[in-house]
């Protein structure tokens, strides 16, 4: 089955940190530019963070930016998104997307070509 699965989601302290993975299962990641995204509670779906195929390329949504880290390990087939300083306003759905095109663009949901069924970070005291 052709998949990608997050994991790594928890609950944490304001000010504590997480690693969340993004790994594929029946394909390889390495032609796919990864993306994270998050929604929150009665909230639009947010882009994150997006990493090229190569890892050469990377973006970052302006709040998590300083803060959250996203790389690769293509031999392990995973993309990682390394939280710190986690905030409560980090608490959300954190989805992650795999698109064959390999670049980091801005397109439909519909457009990616697998996505991750998510998993919950919560930042609370």
């Known amino acids: 089955q052709l998949q990608l699965v997050e994991s790594g989601g928890g609950l944490v302290q304001p000010g504590g940190s997480l690693r969340l993975s993004c790994a594929a299962s029946?394909?390889?990641?390495?032609?796919?530019?990864i993306s994270w995204f998050r929604q929150a509670p009665g909230k639009e779906r947010e882009g994150v963070s997006c990493i090229s195929n190569s890892g050469g390329s990377t973006n970052y949504a302006d709040s998590v930016k300083g803060r959250f880290t996203i790389s690769r390990d293509n031999a392990k087939n995973t993309v990682y998104l390394h939280m710190n300083s986690l905030k409560p306003e980090d608490t959300a759905v954190y989805y992650c997307?795999?698109?064959?095109?390999?670049?980091?663009?801005?397109?439909?949901?519909?457009?990616?070509?697998?996505w991750g069924r998510g998993t919950q970070v919560t930042v609370s005291s």
């Open positions: 029946g394909f390889t990641l390495d032609y796919y530019a």
């Open positions: 997307a795999a698109d064959r095109a390999g670049l980091c663009r801005v397109v439909a949901a519909r457009d990616y070509d697998y």
